[in-house]
């Protein structure tokens, strides 16, 4: 049996779908019974709780030959951090109190920094406290920035006609599809071959700009000469802020975007076969606006 949190989410609701067809048992772990009832239909075994409950990630990690975790998001949290820590601090509790062996962790590009990365920072703390397991192997997959992200943009072309964000234009992101991350860790889950703690980068099928995102958003919305527009770090917040995030993770985003505009976001594997995967931007666009 594998165990897979976050399993209505963009990675894990694959990932457990997938298993699933591939035969293998597996335990979906959400809030609600509700959301999870179709994954229930299609065969697994779901538990509801908080992923912030230590208690109840035990109980779901028991018996498990494998885990993916990852730390679930809340955009509108007051302390974004201290939020996420909990949740970490629950993952790897459980992960002690539990038989697991082999944990599969969702983390980010960026998270060899301890600051200077915004939200990313969570999860630098969570791969230490990774880290710090004693006979489990743990498979940290450093994803890039999901192309998901750029979702809310729509609506912001359809409103205003143009792309905002505190980007610079031309600075290449490593951006991926949730698929691909989910892909590379059902591979993971279900071979189990690797050992100790493990560090792989998952950086989508090319780097892209947001100037180049906003080209093919345009060319496919039938928008030729969609604007790309790059705005101060504070009005970037305060747009954030408007959508609703809370101050403190508008803040976080805008110190991401000037960590990734000064490249101390980055690749530190650099570009290669074993990092590369299959879904470019313009099938992801195709796919979401068809
Ligand atoms: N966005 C990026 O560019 C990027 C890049 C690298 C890494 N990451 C990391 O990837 C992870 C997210 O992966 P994902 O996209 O697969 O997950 P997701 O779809 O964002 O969320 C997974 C599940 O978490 C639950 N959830 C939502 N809000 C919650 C809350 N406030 N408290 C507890 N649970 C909540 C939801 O399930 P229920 O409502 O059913 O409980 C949701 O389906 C995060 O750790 C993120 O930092 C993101």
């Known amino acids: 049996m594998i165990t897979v949190m976050g399993a209505t989410g963009h990675t894990g609701k694959r990932i457990v779908e997938q298993l699933l067809k591939a035969g293998e048992s597996v335990r979906a772990l959400g809030r609600s019974a509700e959301r999870l009832a179709d994954l229930q239909k299609a065969g697994a075994e779901v538990m509801a709780g908080e992923p912030s409950d230590a208690a109840y990630l035990t109980e779901a990690f028991r018996g498990a030959k494998a885990i993916y975790t990852l730390l679930p998001y809340d955009p509108t949290v007051s302390d974004y951090l201290a939020q996420q820590a909990a949740v970490g601090e629950a993952i790897v509790q459980a992960v002690r109190a539990s038989d697991v062996r082999k944990v599969v962790a969702l983390s980010s590009v960026g998270a060899d920094l301890a600051s ?14 990774l880290r710090e397991l004693t006979g489990v192997d743990v498979l940290i997959l450093r994803a890039g920035a999901f192309m998901e992200n750029l979702l809310p943009m729509l609506y912001v072309i359809e409103q205003h006609g143009l792309v905002a964000d505190g980007m610079e234009a031309d600075v290449p992101v490593p951006m ?38 906003t080209r093919i958003l345009g060319q496919q919305l039938g928008r030729p000469g969609l604007p790309y527009v790059q705005v101060p770090y504070d009005e970037m917040a305060g747009m954030l802020q408007e959508a609703g995030f809370s101050t403190n993770l508008a803040g976080l985003y805008a110190e991401l975007a000037r960590g990734i505009n ?14 590369t995967t299959a879904t470019s931007f313009e099938a992801f666009v195709a796919e979401m606006v068809g």
Not at 116 to 129: D, F, K
Not at 196 to 210: A, C, F, K, N, W
Request: some cysteine.
């Open 262 to 275: 000064e490249r101390a976001v980055k690749s530190l594997e650099g570009r290669r076969p074993e990092n």
């Open 176 to 213: 991926i599809a949730a698929k691909d991350i989910a892909d590379a860790a059902i591979d993971a889950l279900l071979a189990r071959d690797w050992h100790g703690v493990q560090v792989r980068e998952l950086l989508g099928q090319r780097d892209i700009s947001y100037g180049e995102c």
């Open 116 to 129: 200077g990365n915004g939200p990313i920072a969570s999860m630098h703390e969570q791969e230490l406290r």
